[in-house]
């Protein structure tokens, strides 16, 4: 199974991006999907997790700010952010908690994308 973010770039201060993850490759079950952030010299930082069944949840320096959604059907989680700000200039994770069917067995693990780049810069 693999992950590919798009949608990341340069926007201005106060601006819109839509970011999008896919999953390729055999899946069962989605149990979670979400975004996630690292700035240099820091731990990686929840932006959003949208779990099945679960109550989503957004980091605080973008609650208010974000709206993460997933269909579950195309494998693909999206992440909108809003009111853009410098600070949010960072590599932005797509991370899916999946499940696989082996054999008889149900297998899940955490996989994640490569990462996309956004930019917020007058």
């Known amino acids: 199974v693999q992950l590919q973010a798009f949608g990341g770039g340069l926007v201005q201060p106060g601006g819109f991006l839509r970011l999008s993850c896919t999953a390729s490759?055999?899946?069962?079950?989605?149990?979670?999907a979400g975004w996630y952030r690292q700035f240099p010299g820091k731990q990686q930082e929840l932006v959003a997790e949208l779990p099945s069944g679960s109550k989503t949840v957004y980091g605080d320096s973008v609650k208010g700010r974000c709206t993460i959604s997933r269909d579950d059907s195309k494998k693909l989680v999206y992440l909108e952010m809003d009111n853009l700000k410098p600070e949010d200039t960072v590599v932005y994770y797509c991370h899916f908690l999946l499940q696989t069917l082996q054999g008889d067995f149900v297998h899940e693990f955490h996989t994640w994308g490569q990462g996309t780049e956004v930019t917020v810069s007058s």
């Open positions: 490759g055999s899946i069962f079950k989605i149990s979670a």
